[in-house]
């Protein structure tokens, strides 16, 4: 059966870097949209950066510049490189999957994705 499972959450200071990483196992990333997605208490769970089977990154605009998602497709591995990072990207950060990309092309709306990691607890202290 399909599992996720995030690592690599922490605690740092304001400007400083973590890298998430995801395993996924009983599938494969070539038939899916992989994502990172995060919520804070209190708000919506929002896309983070997706990407997709043919290596198409997509990154939301609160992260662009700063975090950098990618892929090793054949270990089925996913990874988040966050760096710079700012008190309001305190969240916990989930993996996703999308079983069912249109096209190939993989959305940040977090509907679409139909298996979810447990959840890593990310923050960013001032």
Not at 5 to 29: A, H, I, M, P
Request: a positive charge.
């Amino acid at each position: 059966q399909v599992q996720l499972l995030e690592s690599g959450g922490g605690s740092v200071q304001v400007g400083g870097s973590l890298r998430l990483s995801c395993t996924g196992t009983g599938f494969s990333f070539n038939n899916a949209c992989m994502g990172w997605f995060r919520q804070s208490p209190g708000k919506e769970r929002e896309g983070v950066a997706v990407i997709g089977s043919r290596n198409q990154p997509t990154h939301a605009d609160s992260v662009k510049g700063r975090f950098s998602i990618s892929q090793e497709s054949a270990k089925n591995k996913l990874f988040l490189q966050m760096n710079n990072l700012k008190p309001e990207d305190t969240a916990i950060y989930y993996c996703a999957a999308d079983f069912s990309p249109s096209w190939g092309v993989c959305t940040l709306a977090d509907r679409w994705y139909s298996s979810w990691g447990q959840g890593t607890q990310v923050t960013a202290s001032s």
